[in-house]
Every structure is written in C-alpha cells, then in structure tokens.
C-alpha cells in the first residue's frame, strides 16, 4: 500500500510537466489534494511523508506551467501620427510580425497607446487615404529584398497592410456565405490587393483611432 500511494503520488507530479495550461495544472493539484484528502486514520508516517514530498515538488512546478500560456507579440515602442486632413490618429509605425486578418483585428482592438484604448484596423479607404505618391520614399526589407514606399506622416511599415474591409475572392461561391477575404494595401504603387483572410504571410497591422482635434 505505501509503495503504491507513493508511485500513485509521483505519477500526479510527472503529469503536471506534461500539461499545457495553468488550468489543467489547477484541475490536477485539485486531484493530488482529493488524493490526500481520503486518507484514512490509519495513514503511516512513511505514508504521510511520501505524500508530502509529491505535494512539494507540484507546488514548486506550478510557476513552470504558468509560462506555458501563450504570449501576444510585442511590439515596439510607438508614436503617433494625425493627418490633418481627417482628423485620424495613426500609429507612427505598424505591428511588424506576421499575422493573419484576425489576428490584426485583435492587435489593433486590443491596443493601450497613447492613453486611449478605442484603437482599430482601418477600412481600405482610410488606408488609400494616406497613401501619397510624391512623398519621399522610404525602404522596407522584407525577405530580403528592398521595396520602397509612400505614405504620410513618416509612418514607419514592414509589409502590406490589412484593413477591416472584407472582399471576395476568385474561389468564394455566389450565395449568403460572407467573403473568404479581405483587402490590404501596397503603399509600394498604391494597388488594394483582396487575400486570404488566413493568410499571414508578410500582412501588417497599423492601428489607427479618430482624434479630437
């Protein structure tokens, strides 16, 4: 009986490394301490001891599983841009890592920049809106290769932009489903291009926000 509680106890704590989450790492201490709990009267010292150690090593392993949860990208540090003729609030740089449309969506609804928390994907037209052919150019690399492109106010951009404008694409079927794409924009030559709404490959985000001014 003692070497099976004690082997019984060790298999709880080996399970703890393999779980996933902080919330299955919770729901097993619950039945390690089920497992103590039942305990009879009758329990042995040596019993007790070996209990004991399992519940020790669980607990210092809880801040290991903590840092399996997953982690949004982080983003550098930002300014921001309003253009004077829209009165919008831009980041000064986009979200440089790859990311599909709902994920955009999600970086930028979930942005506190600036003191405020309303930030949000922009639809094509404001996108279009900033796009500006006789600015100086400035160069992004991406895989590589050197792009130059145009756009107010400094603003610093990594790859294509998403925006929060839906759109069909070619393989979409005629009917109510709604549209397997959405639009970004190329500030290399100005063209809206619809892709893949699960299509991450070198898509940004720039966040953008009404101002009041």
């Avoid at 329990?43 to 997953?70: H, I, K």
């Avoid at 999600?106 to 922009?122: H, I, K, Q, T, V």
């Avoid at 009917?175 to 291009?193: I, K, M, R």
């Amino acid at each position: 009986m003692v070497l099976y509680t004690f082997f019984a106890s060790m298999y709880g704590v080996v399970q703890l490394f393999m779980l996933p989450s902080l919330s299955r790492t919770i729901q097993q201490r619950g039945i390690l301490f089920g497992f103590v709990a039942g305990m009879s009267a009758s329990t042995s010292v040596a019993m007790l001891v070996e209990r004991g150690c399992a519940l020790l090593l669980l607990a210092c392993c809880l801040p290991l599983a903590a840092q399996d949860s997953p982690a949004k990208p982080k983003t550098k540090p930002m300014g921001v841009w309003t253009d004077p003729a829209t009165h919008l609030m831009w980041t000064n740089r986009d979200i440089d890592v790859d990311q599909d449309w709902s994920m955009a969506m999600e970086l930028c609804e979930s942005l506190r920049w600036n003191g405020r928390a309303d930030w949000r994907l922009p639809t094509i037209d404001e996108l279009q809106g900033i796009f500006d052919i006789e600015v100086p150019a400035r160069t992004l690399v991406f895989e590589g290769r050197h792009f130059d492109y145009h756009i107010k106010g400094g603003i610093i951009l990594t790859g294509r932009e998403w925006s929060s404008t839906l759109a069909r694409m070619n393989r979409d079927r005629p009917g109510p489903s709604p549209p397997a794409g959405a639009l970004t924009f190329n500030f290399t030559g100005g063209e809206q291009v619809a892709f893949p709404l699960s299509d991450d490959q070198g898509n940004r985000a720039l966040c953008v926000r009404p101002s009041e001014e």
